[in-house]
């Protein structure tokens, strides 16, 4: 299912909960925001809307770190071979950035890039004592090294996510939102499961996927 699909059942969810209990405006924003993010988070473990702009980053710093490379080879061979100049931790240097550009895959990076962004949030949700922050980045930092359609597909990573909304939900005293968050996020696993490939919801108890496609 394509993710822009998963961002309107989201934001349709969000919507309508918060026509449901009666939210103000800034309340609606926040429950809508929640809801769509919540519908496209499980797909953090491949390429999806959310990890986009990381993926153009990823492909910079990759092809920045293999040009970086050939540069300072090309440089640290003409000192060489036309000055006879040697510098051996330079070299060194030149060499790993070019073994790491070259050899380094673009979702690798990109995978090292979220990772890095969960670590921040574990961090932020530790210094201001949000336990749900701190989940949330725990969640971020690891699946980007699942397998695709894999755990972040199951009926306990909506349960997981759920448990994190709870503790938004707490930390804003704003009610709904782990219902919102958690049926939001089950509502990806539902389109899911109605594409050819569907979904492994009790993975890895079961690893036979449910699907009911619709052609």
């Known amino acids: 299912m394509k993710g822009s699909t998963h961002l309107a059942i989201g934001a349709a969810i969000g919507v309508f909960a918060g026509l449901y209990y009666n939210m103000d405006f800034k309340e609606g924003a926040l429950c809508v ?122 009926l306990w990573a909506v349960w997981i996510w759920w448990a994190i909304g709870a503790g938004l939900e707490r930390q804003v005293e704003i009610e709904g939102l782990a219902a919102v968050s958690a049926i939001s996020y089950l509502s990806h696993l539902l389109a899911d499961t109605l594409t050819p490939s569907g979904v492994k919801w009790l993975y890895p108890l079961y690893k036979k996927p449910f699907r009911l496609p619709l052609r």
Do not use: C
Request: charged share 10%.
């Open 33 to 154: 925001a929640a809801a769509s993010f919540s519908a496209l988070s499980a797909d953090l473990d491949g390429n999806s809307i959310l990890s986009g702009k990381i993926d153009k980053v990823s492909k910079w710093l990759r092809e920045g770190l293999l040009g970086l490379g050939i540069i300072s080879l090309i440089l640290v061979s003409y000192l060489y071979f036309y000055h006879h100049l040697y510098y051996l931790e330079w070299t060194a240097a030149s060499g790993a950035l070019f073994l790491v550009g070259f050899i380094s895959r673009q979702g690798v990076i990109r995978n090292l890039l979220l990772s890095l962004i969960g670590a921040g949030l574990i961090y932020g949700g530790w210094q201001l004592n949000m336990t749900w922050l701190s989940g949330l980045g725990l969640f971020i930092a690891w699946v980007p090294w699942l397998k695709h359609r894999g755990m972040t597909h199951t």
